[in-house]
């Protein structure tokens, strides 16, 4: 039994999630923020981190160097807040949000709950967070530094609650329009399952319309910034059939897009409000990240994402066909260096990636 295990068995298990994930979550923020400590621990956790272009495990994606490749999922940091605390701990690179335009609260507590048995959680959190305007400062700051500059961010965006679907489209372009400059990719997040209608956007013909205004936004703020062009990816769900991820794949070959990420969580499931995610998703994670390889063919971006519990679960996700690959649940049951494990495992073994992706 690892301290992490006896500390999760004896403390944190009897705490509510959510209450724990915030003093987590603190913690890494606050270790984040100083620059010796932070240095000293990813230095111990992360060398990878710091190799560049060409380094064992990096990965060419995006227009970018990803330095290794398994990031944290969208989620965790709503807000930005804890970004350097994150890669400190051995994250490749951190996908934060989901942020829509405005602030908001997010549906009641409770909202969060472990499932033991499986491993997993189940949440219907309802996309709190500080709005777009707050993490674009954040990132801002963060980008005003070498160091921070050198960090993978993902954004992953949405839209708020009391904004009716019909309106959709400007939520979303108005997220891309403040944060696209900031991020190395921006991901437009349709798959929740706890926004109420959300999910309907999914379909070909209301997805279109979003990602047409997206592209536009995210292309106007570059450009007035003088940056490149932000990549743009779409997030879907495991619980679409097999014709709906490939009315998606189309959809981004149709419009140009840069990939998909597969898969959010999933309401398959009989144990209550919210979206389950952790061990029960990897299944189907590898089912649509291989049907979507299969009908974009070898271009497009995929980021796998669903029940990853150790490296060789990213190494399934790679042989799927994806390129990048992320988790959020398992850093609830296996602690801080779970992700420094994976990728000192994948960075260390030749081979370990796709190929045609390793740097």
């Avoid at 990816?233 to 597969?262: H, M, N, R, W």
Wanted: glycine share 12%.
């Amino acid at each position: 039994m690892t301290p992490y295990t006896l500390l999760f068995q004896t403390v944190l298990r009897r705490m509510d999630p959510e209450r724990a994930h915030d003093r987590a979550f603190r913690a890494i923020e606050v270790a984040g923020r100083v620059p010796l400590l932070r240095d000293v621990v990813q230095g111990a956790l992360a060398p990878y981190l710091g190799r560049g272009i060409g380094g064992p495990g990096s990965v060419e994606v995006l227009g970018r160097t990803v330095p290794a490749p398994f990031g944290l999922a969208g989620g965790f940091d709503k807000n930005a807040r804890a970004v350097r605390g994150l890669t400190m701990l051995g994250f490749g690179f951190v996908e934060v949000g989901t942020v829509t335009p405005r602030p908001q609260p997010g549906n009641e507590r409770p909202r969060m709950w472990r499932e033991l048995d499986v491993r997993g959680v189940r949440n219907r959190m309802g996309f709190n967070n500080d709005g777009a305007v707050e993490m674009a400062e954040r990132l801002r700051a963060l980008r005003s530094t070498r160091a921070g500059r050198a960090v993978i961010v993902g954004v992953n965006i949405g839209k708020n609650k009391s904004t009716p679907a019909t309106d959709a489209a400007g939520d979303y372009a108005r997220c891309a329009r403040m944060l696209a400059e900031h991020a190395d990719y921006l991901v437009v997040n349709v798959s929740s399952p706890n926004t109420p209608g959300l999910r309907d956007l999914q379909t070909a013909d209301e997805l279109r319309p979003i990602l047409t205004a997206v592209r536009a936004a995210a292309d106007e703020a570059t450009a007035l910034a003088r940056v490149g062009r932000t990549p743009l990816l779409v997030k879907i769900a495991p619980d679409l059939s097999d014709e709906d991820v490939d009315a998606v794949a189309d959809l981004v070959t149709e419009l140009g897009l840069d990939g998909v990420v597969a898969v959010n969580t999933t309401v398959g499931h009989d144990r209550g409000p919210g979206g389950l995610s952790g061990p029960p998703l990897l299944a189907r994670g590898l089912e649509v990240v291989r049907r979507l390889r299969g009908r974009l063919g070898p271009d497009p971006v995929v980021i796998g994402v669903g029940g990853v519990t150790d490296a060789d679960d990213v190494r399934a996700y790679l042989r799927a066909g994806a390129d990048l690959v992320q988790g959020y649940t398992s850093f609830v049951y296996r602690g801080p260096f779970w992700p420094s494990r994976i990728n000192r495992a994948l960075t260390r073994s030749p081979g370990s990636s796709s190929a045609g992706t390793m740097a």
